[in-house]
């Protein structure tokens, strides 16, 4: 591990040292001389030459010097870890999805403005290359057809993992909220989801596909596409049609085709962005709490036509 050598340097911690952290997180702050990646909580081991705690707990109270963490672990055990940090006057930035509940997104988010320090719900989806143009370009046009898919292989991307299949877990709405929060991000009118057909495995707490239907309340046709059965490529894509051109989105966010025509796209990544936001709003004392994407996950489970599917097993 190569932490930044500048004195001036931020001291993060990361909570839950797993697929992600090392991934992505890690590998974010190494680069970034705004941050030093100063200690881990981990129950697994934590990150070689940073010092490491058992538990936030030890970890908050040893390390009072750390002003920032990063909470890394899946979504249910989030919120407990997020009240403790918040509590301890540390800044705090979130995983995707910001909670396995709104409400408890909505009660950090009180929290955190009680205690006077910065929440940062993340999206990484939303750092990737493509977003950020295409929110650009669909500003002052009218879109009449959105379609999103969202199809990846469950046992490519989340081997093993238990907590997917878990309420809370999300399930393929761990990779669906992504395409949800590069949607509210970018689409100029609001949207609120009509129907949902939800596939649960018979032996699984959580869908393994979903199919959504939303509407503008004016006549937009969109739908949306998730399943974790596919095989061979992933699909990650949305397709917008609007009253003047057609835009598509492809791999997650990362290509941008206007009217057929691929656009070329400045790339810093995703989870470097990411840091960047996080340094700049704990900068400016200010939080960025945006719950849209889990209103709609939260929605399609509440209007969900739910089917029984296959077994499924690892
Ligand atoms: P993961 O590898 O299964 O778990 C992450 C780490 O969290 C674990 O290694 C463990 O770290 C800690 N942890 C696990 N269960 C815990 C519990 N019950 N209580 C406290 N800590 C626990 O998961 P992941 O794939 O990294 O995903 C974590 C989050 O990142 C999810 O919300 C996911 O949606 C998001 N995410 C994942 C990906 C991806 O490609 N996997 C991509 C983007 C976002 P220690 O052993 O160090 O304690």
Known sequence: MTASS??????IAIVGVGKIARDQHI???ARDPRFQLAATASRSGGVQGVETFETLGALLAARPDIPAVSLCMPPVPRFAAAREAIAAGRHVM???PPGASLAEVFRLEALARQAGVTLFASWHSRAAAGVAPAREWLAGRRPKRIRIDWKEDVRKWHPGQAWIWEP????VFDPGINALSILTEICPVPLHLTASTLTFPENRAT?????LTFTDGDGLDATAGFDW???GGDIWQMEIDTDAGQLRLLDGGARLFIDGQETTLDD??????????FGQLIAEGRSDVDAAPLIHVADAFMLGRHLRGDPFHD
């Not at 500048?6 to 001291?11: M, V």
């Not at 810093?268 to 936001?277: A, D, I, N, S």
């Open 229 to 231: 059965r596919q095989e």
């Open 94 to 96: 979130l995983e995707k």
């Open 268 to 277: 810093t990544g995703e989870y470097p962005t990411l840091y960047r936001q």
């Open 6 to 11: 500048d004195t001036n340097a931020l001291a």
């Open 207 to 211: 869908p393994i596909a979903a199919d």
């Open 27 to 29: 590998p974010a702050l």
């Open 168 to 171: 809370g877990g999300l399930g």
